[in-house]
């Protein structure tokens, strides 16, 4: 089945600065790529999302990069703000199963300092 | 307004004592699921279900059962808890996971403590 590795598991940057989190996955039939942004307490919420069709989305500071053939794709977000504190979870949704199973990675946590 | 909800949000219990957390949905989704959360196993699904009466095991299905008798609803059942089922538990839905590349809505989370 689909496993998902993420890094780093922690994240520390300056308010204004760029972060970034990388995913890699195992199954090539993967074609769903979304990424969760929990904070604390708090259920986890679709920030972004990328189809294997498409190398690259951006919505406003956040962006994802897929790179099918290296089976890796990495969340950027530029600008970094205190309230982009949480943590990040990516997932990779296989086809072949039939059904949307999503398999997450472990998450990172991100913290922004003022 | 679409959401998918949870009860309890809390609870504590003892070794052996069953209990059933409800999920219900209002956006009419088919495909409805379970994940229990832990510090660095990130989400993992317990169960999953297609549609009415259609269910099936995910990653960690042990010592969990769930019923889906209707499409809003879909309770996951501990019929004797352990304290290593101590952990955070989301339910989640999709208006059609066969499609395969979908939203997922998370529920409030439930937080559940098993001494």
């Known amino acids: 089945g689909e496993n998902v590795e993420q890094h780093p598991s922690t994240l520390s940057v300056q308010e204004g600065d760029s972060a970034v989190i990388k995913c890699t996955y195992s199954?090539?039939?993967?074609?769903?790529f979304p990424w969760y942004k929990q904070e604390l307490g708090k259920r986890p919420q679709l920030i972004i999302d990328i189809r294997s069709n498409v190398g690259e989305k951006k919505d406003q500071r956040i962006a994802v990069t897929l790179n099918k053939t290296a089976k890796h794709f990495s969340l950027h977000i530029t600008e970094t703000q205190p309230e982009d504190s949480a943590v990040y979870f990516c997932a990779a949704s296989s086809m072949n199963t039939g059904f949307q199973k999503l398999v997450f990675g472990t998450g990172t946590r991100l913290l922004v300092s003022p | 307004e679409a959401q998918v909800t949870q009860n309890p949000r809390y609870l504590i219990t003892v070794t052996g004592k069953k209990l059933t957390v409800t999920c219900s949905q209002n956006?009419?989704?088919?495909?409805m699921s379970w994940y229990r959360q832990d510090p660095g196993l990130g989400l993992r699904q317990i169960y999953y279900s297609m549609n009415v009466e259609v269910t099936d095991k995910g990653d960690v299905p042990e010592g969990y059962k769930v019923s889906r008798k209707e499409k809003r609803n879909f309770p996951l059942i501990l019929e004797s808890p352990s304290p290593n089922q101590t952990s955070l538990y989301f339910c989640?839905?999709?208006?059609?996971?066969?499609?395969?590349?979908?939203?997922?809505?998370f529920g409030p989370g439930t937080r559940l403590l098993v001494l």
């Open positions: 956006m009419n989704h088919e495909y």
């Open positions: 199954d090539s039939a993967s074609n769903y």
């Open positions: 989640a839905s999709s208006l059609n996971g066969g499609l395969s590349q979908e939203t997922q809505y």
